[in-house]
């Protein structure tokens, strides 16, 4: 007789975004006419770099013949991409990254939810709330995050509150905590953390031996001042912070599939009889036994957004992204909704009015409005009473959704 691991039973039947595709697809089959404009997930809409289009197809190019052909590559990256990341994401920024802390992978959907292989299952783990559903579903999976309780929250997760008492800032926990998931600028909520609100986090981290498992992958949203890029702008954050980023949000790479993770050399943790171990040496353990590497092709496409061209190309996409943000922010708060985000971050977090539900909301907005947006709850308990309205459509039907909306 075979056991499956009997954590699966006890997360939710459907991952978030696929619970809404389903519904979506059945108000789709009742109605078939509908125009449905796509709000919810943060899927990009305009196609490539060409940057990274002629990249790709140059690569693509170099396997037909016997002289350029690639088979597997280095598990943790090709040197060409491992070095334009340090030199244009760090050391462009002063921050001392090496090109063997960088480990490419093929998105950091990946990367947040296998990070959890290489750490004990005794390890507290902080979670904010609300929070992209990885961080908790994979700590499930994995099992630890104890059993699912009436109120949503997972019994062995210590939640950190981001809402509007706290100006979506998570305080520091109670009880001692070991591992620390924080994403900024934040999914959901698109609000930030200043330097000095993430040093709070950073010196905690350091004074309690913890790990700080951070979440950048929209940083190139960052519009405003004092708002870190990179938790390594801290002073002290290599010793106890790995990083995580991805080229979907910034260079639409949600179909192409490349991000990377900085697992710095200095940053490291207990073994059970007390050692200090490196986490840069397990994860390149973990990676290049159940990973045989991003695609070639793939990251000269991702290299290639790091052009004098690619750069300009990738502005103009987040730029074009920040546009609709603007205008979603705009039009929600004119129609008399409270919203949060969309400054430094693709994603407006709505206060639903009078209350609602916020699955309800989601049904009202899909069955009434035809516009599908993303229910808070998904996001863990605190983000019930809101809704997520994501900046990635396009123009035209960013402008028809709020034309609907002020109806
Ligand atoms: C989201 O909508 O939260 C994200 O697009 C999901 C993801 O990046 O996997």
């Known amino acids: 007789m075979a056991y499956i691991n009997d954590n699966f039973i006890k997360i939710p039947a459907t991952y978030l975004f696929s619970e809404i595709a389903k519904r979506v697809a059945q108000h789709k089959t009742e109605n078939p006419n509908a125009d449905i404009i796509r709000m919810g997930i943060g899927d990009v809409t305009l196609p490539l770099p060409d940057a990274s289009v002629d990249a790709m197809i140059t690569a693509a190019n170099e396997q037909r013949k016997s002289e350029t052909f690639r088979g597997y590559g280095p598990e943790q990256g090709y040197d060409f991409l491992r070095n334009s990341i340090v030199e244009n994401d760090f050391k462009s920024c002063g921050i001392d990254i090496e090109a063997d802390e960088i480990f490419v992978s093929d998105g950091a959907k990946s990367d947040t939810g296998n990070i959890g292989d290489i750490f004990g299952l005794q390890n507290r783990v902080a979670i904010t709330d609300p929070s992209y559903p990885v961080y908790v579903d994979t700590n499930a999976m994995g099992g630890r995050a104890g059993e699912p309780s009436a109120s949503g929250q997972w019994t062995n997760l210590v939640y950190l509150p981001c809402n509007t008492a706290n100006n979506f800032v998570p305080e520091l926990p109670y009880e001692k905590v070991d591992i620390i998931y924080l994403c900024y600028p934040n999914n959901p909520t698109g609000t930030t953390l200043t330097k000095e609100q993430l040093t709070v986090w950073v010196n905690y981290a350091r004074e309690n031996n913890a790990i700080i498992l951070f979440d950048a992958a929209y940083e190139a949203y960052i519009t405003e001042e004092n708002v870190p890029h990179s938790i390594f702008e801290i002073e002290g954050a290599k010793n106890v912070a790995i990083e995580f980023r991805s080229?979907?949000?910034?260079?639409?790479?949600?179909?192409?599939?490349?991000?990377?993770?900085?697992?710095?050399?200095?940053?490291?943790?207990?073994?059970?009889?007390?050692?200090?171990?490196?986490?840069?040496?397990?994860?390149?353990?973990?990676?290049?036994?159940?990973?045989?590497?991003?695609?070639?092709?793939?990251?000269?496409?991702?290299?290639?957004?790091?052009?004098?061209?690619?750069?300009?190309?990738?502005?103009?996409?987040?730029?074009?992204?920040?546009?609709?943000?603007?205008?979603?922010?705009?039009?929600?708060?004119?129609?008399?909704?409270?919203?949060?985000?969309?400054?430094?971050?693709?994603?407006?977090?709505?206060?639903?009015?009078?209350?609602?539900?916020?699955?309800?909301?989601?049904?009202?907005?899909?069955?009434?409005?035809?516009?599908?947006?993303?229910?808070?709850?998904?996001?863990?308990?605190?983000?019930?009473?809101?809704?997520?309205?994501?900046?990635?459509?396009?123009?035209?039907?960013?402008?028809?959704?709020?034309?609907?909306?002020?109806?």
């Open 247 to 407: 080229f979907s949000k910034t260079a639409g790479f949600t179909g192409t599939r490349c991000g990377y993770t900085v697992v710095p050399k200095s940053v490291t943790a207990l073994s059970e009889n007390g050692e200090k171990v490196s986490l840069n040496r397990l994860w390149l353990r973990r990676q290049t036994t159940k990973f045989n590497g991003t695609s070639y092709v793939v990251q000269r496409a991702a290299e290639a957004t790091y052009s004098l061209e690619g750069k300009k190309q990738v502005r103009a996409l987040v730029d074009y992204y920040m546009e609709n943000a603007r205008i979603i922010r705009e039009s929600l708060q004119a129609a008399g909704l409270t919203v949060y985000g969309g400054v430094n971050a693709p994603y407006i977090w709505t206060k639903t009015p009078d209350g609602i539900g916020s699955w309800e909301y989601f049904d009202y907005m899909l069955k009434e409005k035809n516009i599908v947006c993303t229910p808070g709850a998904g996001f863990g308990p605190a983000g019930e009473g809101f809704v997520r309205f994501s900046a990635f459509g396009s123009r035209e039907n960013t402008l028809k959704a709020m034309k609907r909306l002020e109806k």
